[in-house]
């Protein structure tokens, strides 16, 4: 069973960087069929697509954050990883990572991790 | 605003079918990818609920089911039960975005 689990500070100051780590169990990073993705949600909103990563490295990112993010993967620890810099008030959210499985017109996040709120706040 | 759109609220009293629909656009749905559907209970991660349109994960009761006709979706509770109580949401793949793009969630309630 695959399982993902997000880190990261739960704070973050205003204009610094925002890093979080998923880290996934049960399976490997590299699975076929299969990429890693971010997902926020603001207190009482709905979901928003951050961006997304393959093993390869190839990253894709929402338009609207594209200027201050950067994805990675680090296939030896079975992790990726998301840089959201210059942060304000508008990034704080709960942060969820996800696997996305992917097919030849579908696009599914089948598995989640638990998600981390991350505040920014002086 | 969303880019796949969804009512903010449906309701029905226990044992009542209730259904929530999911409209997109040529670059998402029109463009041919399938709409998936989440259950979000309070305080915990979505979770997959129907996959391409209409297919459940292992787990998933056969009360809930997903169609697709067109560029839109929809999902259907029968049999309604207090634990449904949740907020919704579609999802699909946009060619614009090459990113996954979600509706704005519907908010079940279980009178």
């Known amino acids: 069973q695959l399982q993902l689990q997000e880190s990261g500070p739960g704070l973050v100051k205003p204009s610094e960087t925002l890093t979080l780590t998923c880290t996934i169990s049960?399976?490997?990073?590299?699975?076929?069929?299969?990429?890693w993705g971010w997902i926020r949600q603001t207190p009482g909103k709905g979901l928003e697509w951050v961006g997304s990563?393959?093993?390869?490295?190839?990253?894709y990112y929402n338009p609207s954050l594209k200027s201050r993010i950067t994805m990675s993967v680090d296939t030896s620890k079975n992790q990726f990883s998301l840089n959201l810099s210059s942060v304000t008030a508008a990034d704080t959210a709960i942060y969820y990572c996800?696997?996305?499985?992917?097919?030849?017109?579908?696009?599914?996040?089948?598995?989640w991790g638990q998600g981390t709120l991350v505040t920014v706040s002086s | 605003q969303s880019v796949l759109t969804q009512p903010p609220s449906v309701s029905g009293a226990p044992g009542q079918r209730v259904t929530i629909s999911c409209t997109g656009s040529?670059?998402?749905?029109?463009?041919?990818?399938?709409i998936h559907w989440y259950q979000q209970l309070p305080g915990t991660a979505p979770k997959l609920l129907i996959f391409a349109s209409s297919n459940r994960p292992s787990g998933v009761p056969d009360r809930f089911s997903g169609s697709k006709s067109g560029t839109s979706a929809s999902l259907a509770i029968t049999g309604l039960q207090a634990e449904d109580e949740a907020h919704y949401y579609c999802?699909?793949?946009?060619?614009?975005?090459?990113?996954?793009?979600f509706g704005g969630g519907t908010k079940l309630t279980v009178l």
């Open positions: 996800a696997r996305i499985y992917s097919g030849n017109f579908y696009h599914h996040l089948d598995y």
């Open positions: 049960g399976g490997s990073i590299g699975t076929s069929h299969s990429y």
């Open positions: 990563v393959y093993s390869s490295g190839s990253t």
């Open positions: 999802q699909s793949y946009d060619t614009g975005l090459s990113g996954s793009v």
């Open positions: 040529s670059s998402n749905v029109g463009a041919g990818y399938d």
